[in-house]
């Protein structure tokens, strides 16, 4: 029997003695995890960007956050204004005209979809990773990503690398991604009661972001320009493999030949008609992407430190939430793609982008090689910078302004009225186009032109409309608790549009000017082809390979009273427009609220 009970006493001294080492361990490991989580708020940088930094307190002035959410957004916004340097990127090597080295203009083009493309889809991956680290955090990495693929693009461009140049983009995508979203969840958490405005004004900064990239980068590109050295009007040349070469001092080198209309497109000042030698110039493209990255890192960095969230549970003074959003009134992430409404939204929201992208990232180019041909007084290289800002301006109106109207109407009714406004537009469009070019000295010229540039910022509007309205209209779908996260899937739509725009734009217009160039050809004198290019017809397809043989050239020879084909190249991309719109019209209809099984359960 006394065994029985020292026994015992063993055992229980053993469960106790085990018991209290895993309740020591316990504490052990409770007091590494608060040390570790009051860690990430000491220091320099835990007090800058740790957890409570993060946090606005009583006396935080709501709208004073719009100053750093808005800043970033203009930042970000900056591919919007690509196409302004578009057209030098595809003459970075001949500067007055493209030589056979350059760039062709869809590769100087896309490096605006690869930041928009990168940035939706990091966006959507980080959104998770966003919420986690907080608003400051996310931001400052992105400011930082966003810079330095600036940097990294400029370095493409100076050393003629078309895979460093992408790969600037796609840094500057990343960073997009993770900047983008949380200043607009920080936002819309601050103004329960002004979710429309909140995030109209802030994307709407994202919009305007053209507005300070145009007159910024065009400034710092006249400032690094360096002009290309002028061989005079005639030389002898030589022809090979469809460039042309002069003699001098007895080595051969490649020249270009810049026409009237090529220069009228060109915002530099004392330059002549005539050959021009290849490499000898500088279009400071380079030096100009790496002054502007330098800004908007600052800039971005600089938010990072303004910007807070509010604390859980914050209700505006005098604000009562309507009882729909309650806790058990919110769709979790993980249910968001199982839900008809995620896919009729995003593709309705993809077709309605895509005109607007594709408007955009040819919108200096464009304007010019459809108007200048027919009124070069008017449609000047400073006409077309004003014409992109023109329609950044409508981006960003429509930003604002279609969100202020869509607390009003309603989300459902807005977007609905999106499809209406836009399909007619591109419609019509070429009929502008048409009525100005052939018959650029009517009366009525002027007023064809200014129709063609107010419908074109209208539908810029409806785009960034789309932009500013979809996160409201995404909490009003699925609730605001988790906006952030939604928004970054939602965010893809604009990687599907930023693609499929200037893709569709730039082929589409490619092929018109194949078939036009071919129909030209069958016209022209034998004899003035081979005098103007120095080479035989029949080599008509090298030369244009090697850009030495362009529209503005061929038309140069052309028999007189022969039309020119440029301005209509973009009719059938327009008539596009038009039809996918319509598309996105038909499936917003079916676009009806969510069902309640797929909302977070209360607890």
């Given at each position: 029997m006394a065994g029985s009970v020292l026994r015992y006493r063993a055992f229980v001294q053993q469960q106790t003695f085990a018991l209290n080492k895993i309740n020591s361990h316990a504490i052990q490991v409770s007091y590494r995890c608060m040390s570790t989580k009051k860690d990430e708020d000491s220091g320099v940088f835990g007090r800058l960007f740790g957890p409570k930094s993060n946090v606005g307190g009583e006396n935080t002035n709501r709208w004073s956050m719009f100053v750093p959410a808005v800043l970033t957004h203009i930042s970000l916004g900056a591919p919007y204004g690509w196409s302004a340097i578009s057209s030098a990127l595809s003459r970075e090597h001949g500067l007055v005209a493209s030589a056979a080295?350059?760039?062709?203009?869809?590769?100087?083009?896309?490096?605006?979809?690869?930041?928009?493309?990168?940035?939706?889809?990091?966006?959507?991956?980080?959104?998770?990773?966003?919420?986690?680290?907080?608003?400051?955090?996310?931001?400052?990495?992105?400011?930082?990503?966003?810079?330095?693929?600036?940097?990294?693009?400029?370095?493409?461009?100076?050393?003629?690398?078309?895979?460093?140049?992408?790969?600037?983009?796609l840094l500057s995508g990343l960073g997009y991604g993770c900047a983008y979203t949380p200043p607009i969840q920080a936002l819309i958490n601050w103004f329960p009661d002004k979710r429309g405005l909140a995030s109209g004004l802030v994307i709407g900064g994202f919009g305007s972001g053209a507005l300070f990239f145009t007159p910024t980068i065009n400034y710092l590109c006249e400032s690094f320009y360096k002009a290309p050295k002028y061989l005079g009007q005639s030389i002898d040349i030589v022809v090979e493999g469809g460039r042309q070469f002069a003699n001098l001092g007895g080595q051969l080198q490649e020249v270009v030949y810049a026409t009237t209309a090529d220069l009228a497109k060109l915002p530099y000042q004392g330059l002549e008609e005539g050959f021009y030698l290849v490499g000898s110039g500088n279009t400071g493209v380079a030096a100009g992407l790496a002054t502007?990255?330098?800004?908007?890192?600052?800039?971005?960095?600089?938010?990072?430190?303004?910007?807070?969230?509010?604390?859980?549970?914050?209700?505006?003074?005098?604000?009562?939430?309507?009882?729909?959003?309650?806790?058990?009134?919110?769709?979790?992430?993980?249910?968001?793609?199982?839900?008809?409404?995620?896919?009729?939204?995003?593709?309705?929201?993809?077709?309605?982008?895509?005109?607007?992208?594709?408007?955009?990232?040819?919108?200096?180019?464009?304007?010019?090689?459809?108007?200048?041909?027919?009124?070069?007084?008017?449609?000047?290289?400073?006409?077309?910078s004003a014409y992109l800002m023109g329609l950044a301006a409508g981006n960003l109106g429509g930003r604002i302004g279609w969100a202020t109207v869509s607390d009003r109407i309603g989300r459902w009714n807005t977007f609905q009225g999106f499809t209406l406004i836009a399909a007619p537009i591109f419609a019509l469009s070429p009929y502008l186009i048409n009525n100005c070019v052939l018959d650029p000295s009517g009366p009525y010229a002027a007023y064809y032109l200014g129709a063609f540039c107010a419908s074109t910022v209208i539908a810029l509007s409806v785009m960034g409309g789309?932009?500013?309205?979809?996160?409201?209209?995404?909490?009003?779908?699925?609730?605001?608790?988790?906006?952030?996260?939604?928004?970054?899937?939602?965010?893809?739509?604009?990687?599907?549009?930023?693609?499929?725009?200037?893709?569709?734009?730039?082929?589409?217009?490619?092929?018109?000017?194949?078939?036009?160039?071919?129909?030209?050809?069958?016209?022209?004198?034998?004899?003035?082809?081979?005098?103007?290019?120095?080479?035989?017809?029949?080599?008509?397809?090298?030369?244009?390979?090697?850009?030495?043989?362009?529209?503005?050239?061929?038309?140069s020879i052309m028999p007189p009273g022969t039309v020119d084909p440029s301005p209509f190249l973009y009719n059938n991309t327009m008539y596009t427009m038009a039809g996918l719109v319509s598309v996105a019209s038909v499936l917003h209809f079916m676009v009806k609220p969510v069902d309640k099984k797929y909302f977070e359960k209360s607890q």
């Open positions: 080295t350059d760039w062709s203009m869809d590769l100087a083009t896309y490096p605006m979809s690869v930041i928009m493309a990168a940035g939706g889809i990091s966006a959507a991956l980080v959104g998770k990773w966003t919420l986690k680290v907080g608003v400051r955090k996310a931001m400052l990495t992105g400011g930082i990503l966003f810079g330095s693929g600036f940097g990294l693009a400029a370095a493409g461009v100076q050393t003629h690398n078309v895979g460093m140049l992408y790969a600037g983009a502007i990255g330098t800004l908007y890192c600052g800039a971005i960095v600089a938010s990072s430190l303004m910007i807070k969230k509010p604390a859980d549970g914050y209700i505006p003074k005098g604000y009562i939430p309507p009882t729909s959003e309650g806790s058990g009134m919110n769709v979790p992430v993980d249910n968001l793609l199982k839900t008809p409404q995620f896919w009729l939204l995003f593709t309705t929201s993809t077709l309605l982008a895509t005109g607007g992208m594709g408007l955009m990232s040819v919108a200096k180019p464009m304007i010019q090689n459809v108007f200048t041909g027919a009124m070069p007084d008017l449609v000047t290289p400073g006409f077309a789309v932009f500013a309205v979809l996160p409201a209209y995404e909490a009003d779908l699925y609730g605001s608790k988790y906006i952030g996260a939604i928004h970054g899937r939602f965010l893809t739509f604009a990687a599907a549009a930023t693609i499929a725009g200037p893709t569709l734009l730039l082929n589409l217009r490619k092929m018109a000017e194949s078939q036009a160039i071919q129909e030209l050809l069958s016209k022209v004198d034998p004899a003035s082809f081979t005098e103007k290019f120095g080479a035989d017809i029949s080599e008509a397809q090298s030369l244009v390979e090697a850009k030495t043989l362009t529209l503005s050239k061929l038309m």
